[in-house]
C-alpha cells in the first residue's frame, strides 16, 4: 500500500514537472507562428529604381483589395523590423492584401532615404502602383501610411496619384511646429522646471535655426556646446534641412478618396489634437464627407497600448501578448471603416 501510494505521488509529480517543461515550449511556438507574417502568398517586386518589395496576398481569390504600407521616420524595412507583422496578418485575415517596401538603402534596397524630400517618397507610391497591378489582379488599392507618412500622403494629393483610400496613423501637420512640441514633451518627461524648460526650448529654437540655413558645421559646435544631446550624423542633418519645411495644409484639401485618420490620446511625439482640428476644417471647407477621424484612448503614437510603449522592453510584451500590446479597437478600427468604405 505505501509502495502504491508512493507510485501515484511520483505520477503526479512528473506529470506536473512535464506540463511545466512544455507548456512553455507550446507557448513559445505558437507566438512564434503568431509574429510571423502569414500569407497565403508572399511576391517579392524589384522597382526599377533599385527598391524592393514584398506584396503579402490573403488566402482569398482575385481581384484584391490592396493596402500599401508608407513608413514613418528612419531606416525602416518592409516589416518593420517585425513591428508589421501583426498589423499585416490582421489585415490578410480580413481578406486584404499588403505590399510593404524597403526604404532606399534598407536591407535589399538601393539608394539613401537621408537624401529624400516627401514628394520624393511619394513618388516611389505612384511607381509602385502600376507594378503592383501588372502583379496581381486589383479591385482597390490605397494607403496607410504612419507618423511621417502623413506628409507623403499630402504629397500624393498634390501629384493627384489615383488611390481608393487613405489611412493615416498619428499624422503631424507642419513640420517645424511638430518638432517644437515634441521638445516641449522631452522637456515635461525630463521634469524640468519653469527655468530649465525655457532654456531648453530657446536652445532648440537655436538648433532650427541653423537648420533652416542649412549650416551643419555652426550647428555642430552649437550642440556640441551644450550636454542635450548627441549632434545629428551630416547626412541627418541634411535630410532634415532637404523637409523642415513640409507642411500637411498644402495637400489635404486635394485628398479626393475616402480618409480615415487615426491617433492615440497618449502620443507624445505629435499633437494630435490639432492634427485633428486641421482635418476637420479643412475637409468641411472643402465640403467632404467622405472621411473620419478617431482618438484611440490609451493609444501611444504608434497606437500601441500606452502600458506597453516602452521601446526597450516591447519585444518582450508582443511576445507575451501578441497584437494586444495594441490599443483596445485600434486594429478592429481600421478593418471596419475599409469594410464600410470599400463593399
Not at 119 to 135: F, G, L, S, V
Request: net charge negative; with cysteine; charged share 25%.
Amino acid at each position: 500500500m505505501i509502495r502504491k501510494g508512493l507510485n501515484k505521488r511520483n505520477k503526479k509529480l512528473l506529470l506536473i514537472i512535464l506540463l511545466f517543461i512544455t507548456l512553455p515550449i507550446f507557448f513559445t511556438l505558437y507566438r512564434l507562428e503568431d509574429m510571423r507574417i502569414r500569407a497565403a502568398e508572399e511576391k517579392e517586386i524589384e522597382f526599377s529604381s533599385g527598391l524592393s518589395a514584398s506584396l503579402y496576398l490573403p488566402d482569398t481569390d482575385a481581384p484584391y483589395k490592396v493596402i500599401i504600407f508608407i513608413h514613418g521616420d528612419g531606416p525602416a524595412d518592409r516589416t518593420l523590423d517585425g513591428g508589421y507583422n501583426f498589423i499585416i496578418n490582421r489585415f490578410l485575415d480580413a481578406g486584404y492584401a499588403c505590399f510593404s517596401y524597403d526604404k532606399a538603402g534598407v536591407s535589399k534596397s538601393k539608394g539613401n532615404w537621408l537624401n529624400q524630400t516627401m514628394k520624393d517618397r511619394a513618388k516611389e507610391i505612384e511607381e509602385a502602383i502600376p507594378i503592383i497591378k501588372e502583379t496581381v489582379e486589383v479591385e482597390s488599392i490605397g494607403t496607410l501610411a504612419f507618423s511621417q507618412g502623413a506628409w507623403v500622403t499630402s504629397e500624393l494629393a498634390l501629384m493627384e496619384v489615383p488611390l481608393d483610400f487613405h489611412i493615416v496613423i498619428g499624422g503631424a501637420i507642419d513640420w517645424m511646429e511638430q518638432h517644437m512640441y515634441f521638445e516641449k514633451e522631452y522637456a515635461k518627461s525630463q521634469a524640468f522646471n519653469e527655468k530649465e524648460t525655457t532654456a531648453y526650448l530657446d536652445y532648440v529654437k537655436k538648433v532650427d535655426s541653423y537648420i533652416m540655413a542649412n549650416d551643419y558645421e555652426s550647428y555642430l559646435d552649437y550642440v556640441q556646446a551644450y550636454d542635450y544631446e548627441s549632434p545629428m550624423t551630416e547626412e541627418r542633418f541634411h535630410f532634415v534641412y532637404l523637409n523642415y519645411a513640409s507642411n500637411a495644409k498644402e495637400g489635404i484639401p486635394m485628398i479626393k478618396a475616402p480618409f480615415l485618420g487615426v491617433f492615440g490620446d497618449s502620443d507624445t511625439n505629435v499633437d494630435v489634437f490639432n492634427s485633428m482640428a486641421v482635418y476637420e476644417s479643412i475637409f468641411e471647407s472643402k465640403g467632404k464627407s467622405d472621411y473620419e477621424l478617431h482618438l484611440i484612448k490609451d493609444a501611444n503614437h504608434e497606437l500601441l497600448s500606452a502600458k506597453y510603449s516602452q521601446k526597450e522592453s516591447i519585444a518582450f510584451y508582443a511576445f507575451l501578448y501578441g497584437d494586444g500590446i495594441f490599443a483596445e479597437g485600434a486594429l478592429d478600427l481600421m478593418i471596419d471603416w475599409l469594410n464600410r468604405t470599400l463593399h
